[in-house]
């Protein structure tokens, strides 16, 4: 949804009344920041891949993930995605596979899982003795998989890598689809951590976004796993949706503190494709909602958008809500109860002193380690073919040079929302300095535009900055 400058500002300015006016928007509206206004209007997703800058093959992220292992005794982040889904949401340009009315071929997923799984374990000898500091089941919908199969799946994975009794185990799913004898199950498998893709508690924002879930359902999920005794139910809350308001989502939030929700994630609403700034991974059908001609109908029946500046408003609502509430923000934009968080994953991966590989298995994942990054393939016919011929799907690669891989370090670290710490950044990279050239002048620039605070071995993000860290990193740094 791409506007034009004075479009974009005059949506910037266009607020509800009722509801504060972001501080962000001063950022936003200045002649100097026109280039963070241009990321932000395109709507992209939050960083989640940081891809590398020159071409690579698979066999050399190969060889790189396991001198990684091979060298590092540090946790690493292990997903398994199953891409099986019930029906597709409006908004999703996830690799999916649609198994409504034939939950049975849900099994031939776990079968492509496993047997892939097997591969990688071949091909990167250190990785079955590396230490798997959490695990998760993402998907698609994980959740829709029979008992058996999700027994078959994590028994599978606790046999044959490196689970120790501190691996944390989370699973994913609809809120529709954890019935009481799934969750006795991935109880009793060792799993402690849920996550849902709740995504708004309003009914009619949820129809209009496809979803065949309602709001009680969600509720009904919250409160079925904290009774079932997982220490971790984290849910996800989207803001920019079709018809949303700022009531709306102050209902939202209301339902998360009145149920005590462990962990929540706000994502706005992502139009713009994946694969245009390759913040994350993409499939190959877009979603109904990036579709021009599709948006323009829902606007003639009466429907509307929210405009750029009550986006500001809903993530401000947000973010102060929770943080008001007890929620620690680490990294950008996951919420935990004060106490409990970081997100455990996303800090195995980003967090300045640790950064460790994440192993993706399953369409489209996106697997990487410090010296190159790769992307599982997400064509289900050619994934499909590609895993029962014996090879491992890898459909992209690139690597990182030493200058690259320096500017990934420091990027992920800011997105923690955590002070970047130049002596722990001088320890990694020797001869290198955070307040030596090229890092000086850039954080003198963001300094000077009120985004970054510098202090003796210290360079913070202001509360600006945090706001707007994923268009920082992507056009400055």
């Excluded at 509206?29 to 209007?41: G, I, K, T």
């Excluded at 799993?191 to 009914?203: A, E, I, M, N, P």
């Excluded at 309602?214 to 904290?226: E, I, L, Q, S, Y």
Aim: proline share 6%; with cysteine; aromatic share 8%.
């Amino acid at each position: 949804m791409s506007l034009g400058y004075e479009e974009a500002i005059g949506s910037l300015h266009t607020i509800d009344p009722a509801w504060p006016r972001p501080a962000v928007l001063d950022v936003l509206e200045a002649p100097e920041n026109r280039h963070l206004l241009d990321f932000v209007q395109e709507d992209p997703f939050g960083a989640h891949v940081f891809p590398g800058n020159v071409p690579g093959t698979p066999a050399e992220f190969l060889r790189d993930l396991d001198a990684q292992l091979a060298a590092s005794a540090g946790p690493i982040h292990l997903w398994s995605y199953i891409p099986t889904c019930a029906y597709r949401c409006r908004f999703c340009q996830y690799p999916v596979v649609l198994v409504k009315g034939k939950i049975e071929k849900a099994a031939d997923w776990v079968d492509l899982n496993i047997a892939e799984a097997r591969l990688w374990l071949e091909a990167v000898p250190h990785l079955a003795g590396a230490e798997v500091g959490e695990f998760n089941v993402f998907g698609g919908t994980p959740s829709l998989l029979p008992e058996p199969e999700i027994r078959r799946l994590l028994e599978f994975y606790r046999s044959n890598f490196g689970f120790t009794a501190d691996t944390t185990i989370r699973f994913e799913g609809d809120p529709s689809t954890f019935t009481p004898a799934k969750l006795e199950l991935l109880r009793e498998l060792g799993c402690t951590k849920l996550s849902s893709g709740v995504q708004s508690f309003d009914d009619h924002v949820l129809t209009l976004c496809g979803r065949e879930h309602t709001a009680r359902m969600c509720v009904d999920f919250v409160r079925n796993a904290k009774a079932a005794g997982f220490e971790w139910v984290s849910i996800d809350l989207m803001y920019g949706l079709l018809d949303q308001t700022l009531d709306s989502v102050r209902r939202d939030l209301d339902v998360v503190l009145e149920n005590e929700v462990t962990a929540v994630v706000c994502t706005k609403l992502h139009l713009a494709s994946y694969s245009d700034t390759r913040t994350g991974v993409t499939g190959e059908k877009p979603a109904a909602w990036q579709l021009p001609s599709y948006r323009d109908k829902l606007v003639r029946d009466g429907h509307r958008w929210p405009t750029l500046g009550e986006q500001y408003q809903m993530r401000e609502l947000l973010t102060e809500g929770l943080r008001a509430a007890g929620y620690t923000e680490h990294p950008t934009m996951y919420f935990a109860r004060d106490g409990l968080g970081p997100e455990k994953w996303k800090a195995i991966m980003v967090d300045q002193d640790k950064q460790g590989p994440e192993v993706a298995i399953g369409l489209g994942g996106s697997s990487s380690c410090r010296a190159s990054e790769a992307i599982t393939d997400v064509n289900s016919k050619r994934y499909t073919e590609t895993v029962r011929s014996g090879g491992i799907p890898l459909g992209s690669a690139t690597k990182f040079t030493p200058e690259a891989q320096e500017a990934r370090a420091v990027k992920m670290a800011l997105t923690t929302l955590q002070p970047v710490r130049d002596s722990v950044h001088r320890e990694r990279f020797p001869g290198r300095s955070l307040f030596a050239e090229p890092w000086l002048g850039k954080f003198r620039s963001l300094e000077s535009r009120g985004l970054v605070r510098l202090s003796p071995d210290v360079v913070e993000l202001t509360p600006a900055g945090e706001v707007l860290v994923e268009a920082i990193i992507t056009t400055e740094l």
